[in-house]
């Protein structure tokens, strides 16, 4: 007879979106004429820049000829993009990450997953809460964790991001684990709070990793959302960071690719993890089997419309799309503020983390009713994301401009 994962079953069923979703649909049905504005997105709304949309169609058209044709690629990417990555993301902010150290894949998403099948079975881990729940989920299915109970995995280490801490946890809540978390997941800027880490912030991080022998999985998909001067666009500012850190980045947010998907994964070379022999082991050789025995690689027409991000002109158009999204959020955010609620995130980041003084769901329910507005509840991020909503910026100017009229009338 065959036995299914029943790790699988541990897995909390996807409350969060089906549950907004029914709501919504309830609401439109009662009330027809209504015209709801999306505020929870946490996708982009804008279309391809022109420079990315011109080289994916060259690409089809290399593809249709004898000479130029490609058919499987390098697993790890072609070198044009992946010399691109380490040119302007890494070099030109002084960053030594080498190409060779960049793996690209269609997505941030797929490789978080991924990426812990490189380690064993008992590895103790801790996230942030609330979190991007591919972090949990992922490990959840994996057997990692014990069973969910009070909407909290048995065996994970939950860290809290809250108004006390700045939604930045430090490492210094740990110091009262038995045990001391292995893998340990960060998120900067985060969704769904919004908030940045400090360069100090995340330098403390990678201390503590590379004092306890750990690994930081740091996600930086929302990195070129960055404005302000000073915070860091990758986990490898800090000091020694190419010794306890991965880094993920994804082209999903940079330039509109989440429905192109390609991203790709950092894994320096001389990053270690250890055998049962406390031996060191590297990942990079470990990642580059994993992804050549199970990936094949993103597509050539994808790989090259990444690239052309990177030229002066794809740059400029990418960025004047997140200009774009962040002046939705720097609008949203002023009113908000203006009507006395406490809101983080929106400077460097897409999404607004609005403190609604009492039950997400309620103030959720209020905002539909009242005001034909959909949201997110921060509950359905984890415990500590009770009490929140999350405003995404990913939405046209006409519908950010009507919810604010909306929000002042309530
Ligand atoms: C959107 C998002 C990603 C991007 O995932 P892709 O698979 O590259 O589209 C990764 N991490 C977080 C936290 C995200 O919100």
């Known amino acids: 007879m065959l036995h ?3 790790n699988y079953s541990k897995i909390q069923a996807s409350y969060l979106f089906t549950e907004i979703a029914h709501r919504v649909n309830e609401h439109q049905a009662a009330n027809p004429g209504a015209k709801i504005i999306r505020l929870g997105i946490g996708d982009v709304t804008e279309p391809l820049a022109p420079a990315v949309v011109e080289a994916m169609h060259k690409a089809v058209d290399d593809e249709a000829t004898r000479e130029r044709f490609h058919g499987y690629g390098p697993e790890q990417g072609y070198a044009f993009l992946r010399d691109k990555a380490a040119e302007f993301d890494f070099a030109k902010r002084g960053i030594d990450i080498a190409a060779d ?3 690209i894949s269609d997505g941030a998403k797929c490789d978080c997953g991924n990426i ?20 949990v989920d992922t490990n959840v299915m994996a057997g990692r964790t014990l069973a969910n109970a009070g909407g909290r995995y048995g065996g994970l280490v939950y860290l809290t991001c809250d108004a006390s801490n700045g939604f930045v946890p430090s490492p210094k809540v740990l110091e009262g684990e038995t045990k001391k978390p292995d893998l340990v997941y960060l998120c900067y800027p985060n969704n769904p709070t919004g908030a940045v880490a400090t360069k100090a912030q995340l330098q403390e991080w990678v201390d503590w990793a590379r004092d306890a022998k750990s690994l930081i999985l740091f996600d930086a998909a ?4 960055i404005r302000t001067p000073g915070i860091p666009h990758s986990i490898y500012e800090c000091e020694g960071a190419r010794e306890c850190a991965i880094e993920f980045r994804s082209y999903s947010k940079t330039a509109g690719f989440t429905g192109v998907r390609c991203g790709y994964t950092v894994v320096p070379k001389g990053l270690c993890a250890y055998n049962a022999a406390g031996e060191s082991v590297e990942l990079r050789p470990m990642w580059t089997r994993r992804q050549t025995t199970k990936f094949n690689g993103a597509s ?3 790989q090259r419309g990444a690239e052309a991000i990177y030229s002066p002109e794809g740059a400029a158009q990418t960025k004047a799309t997140i200009d774009f999204y962040l002046e939705n959020a720097k609008l949203v955010k002023a009113a908000l503020k203006g009507m006395g609620y406490a809101v983080t995130g929106g400077d460097d980041s897409p999404y607004l983390w609005v403190d609604v003084n009492g039950d997400s769901w309620a103030f959720f329910d209020k905002l539909l009713k009242g005001a034909n507005i959909v949201t997110t509840p921060g509950a359905g991020f984890g415990r500590a994301g009770e009490g929140y909503i999350r405003i995404s910026a990913f939405n046209s100017r006409a519908n950010v401009l009507e919810a604010i009229e909306r929000f002042k009338k309530m």
Not at 116 to 135: K, M, R, S
Not at 222 to 225: G, H, K, M, N
């Open 222 to 225: 929302y990195e070129a959302f």
């Open 101 to 103: 150290e960049i793996f």
């Open 300 to 302: 050539y027409i994808t």
């Open 116 to 135: 812990q099948e490189l380690f064993a079975q008992d590895v103790a881990i801790a996230v942030g809460d609330p979190v991007y729940p591919v972090y």
């Open 4 to 6: 299914v994962n029943e």
